[in-house]
């Protein structure tokens, strides 16, 4: 099982990203996802959260500016980021609980990373 995030870049304040992030292996089963950031000299922070019924859950500073979104049938998450700032630039996370074939219980699996910067 594995998560391969994409869509990170470069782009001027105010200005938007979408991130994806695809979950792939022998799976039976995706729980939570969600995307983190770690900004330098920074602990890794929560941005948002979506359960497996698209519940989500956001953090303050990117409240109204995100919006989080998944395919079940694609076993794919997304960040929607719009009005950027440069505080946003991170390397951001996907993470995922997933039940693999023949388990019977889930784990959390993280993503690679992608590289955020907004800077003009």
């Known amino acids: 099982v594995q998560l391969q995030a994409s869509g990170g870049g470069l782009v001027q304040p105010g200005g938007s990203l979408r991130l994806s992030c695809i979950a792939s292996?022998?799976?039976?089963?995706?729980?939570?996802m969600g995307w983190y950031r770690q900004a330098p000299g920074k602990q890794r922070e929560l941005v948002a959260t979506?359960?497996?019924?698209?519940?989500?859950n956001y953090a303050d500073p990117v409240k109204g500016r995100f919006t989080i979104s998944r395919d079940n049938d694609k076993n794919t998450v997304y960040l929607q980021m719009n009005s950027l700032k440069p505080e946003d630039t991170a390397v951001y996370y996907c993470?995922?609980?997933?039940?693999?074939?023949?388990?019977?219980?889930?784990?959390?699996?993280w993503g690679q990373g992608t590289q955020v910067t907004v800077s003009s």
């Open positions: 993470n995922a609980n997933i039940r693999p074939f023949r388990m019977p219980y889930g784990a959390d699996y």
């Open positions: 292996g022998r799976i039976s089963r995706v729980n939570d």
């Open positions: 979506i359960t497996s019924g698209s519940s989500t």
